[in-house]
């Protein structure tokens, strides 16, 4: 699913014009995303959770020539999906 589907489905189901859900969209994942980048974490009753997780930096190696590659440090968005999804996908 992309961006413009859920827009066009929340449209739809809402009964709302596709420039409105689509403003509404856009507040919502700078919402998400300005959370995380504070290092906040954002929990969703019933959907999921998501936060932030610090990555070490550590060796690595390049796959093609096998030489030994210095990986930086770095933070990565994590979604753990909460009860109800995972049975939803489950069954």
């Known amino acids: 699913m992309t961006k413009a589907d859920l827009v ?18 856009e507040i919502i994942f700078e919402s998400i995303t300005g959370t995380l980048n504070r290092g906040e974490k954002i929990e969703l009753r019933g959907f999921g ?8 930096a550590r060796k690595g190696r390049n796959p093609k020539t096998g030489a030994p590659v210095d990986i930086p440090a ?4 994590y979604f753990k999906p909460g009860k109800d999804l995972k049975d939803i996908i489950n069954n």
């Open 8 to 25: 066009e489905i929340v449209a739809r189901e809402a009964e709302m014009t596709k420039k409105d859900v689509e403003q509404l969209v």
């Open 49 to 56: 959770s998501f936060r932030v997780r610090e990555r070490s």
């Open 74 to 77: 770095k933070r990565v968005a």
